[in-house]
């Protein structure tokens, strides 16, 4: 009678560990894609301002190339990431809020590989197609070709956290 109860408080853990792992990378995602958002605003304003965009636009020059032909305008400034980059980390934004609604909190198994092929696919033939001059792609297929992609990426990195943050110790006493 008594592993009944056991079980279940072990199971709650594991699921309050899942819900805090997942609150944590839904505020990291929105806060990462406030940043690259609100650069421009801060480009368009006080001298602070302008410094902080500076430094923002620094930062994300680690992940992107930046170009501003391929990059979201907003008050005549580019967004501190490209198009694609934007439509990654808003479809890896879009992923996370659409995770628990489509997986179980329980359910820490990876997708089928074959999905990031999938998803990996309209971004890559984009890309070679431009590369050899048959096809001049735009900010708005650069931007959804990110989106698939960021978007299935959540599916492999949520629970790849809540596998690695899963309760490492089994001889704990609960």
Known sequence: MKKEPLQYSIRQKVLAQHKITYGFILTLTMVWCFLFVVTPILCDSNVTGKKAGALIWLFFGATCHQMAERSFHLFGHP???CARCTGIYFGFLLGTILYPFLKKWENHALPSWKWLFWAALPAGLEFIL???GLLHVGLI???ISGIIIGGTV????IPALFDLIKTPNKKARY
């Open 79 to 81: 967004f501190a990431v």
């Open 130 to 132: 431009s590369k050899i």
């Open 141 to 143: 297929p650069r931007s």
């Open 154 to 157: 959540a599916f492999f990195i």
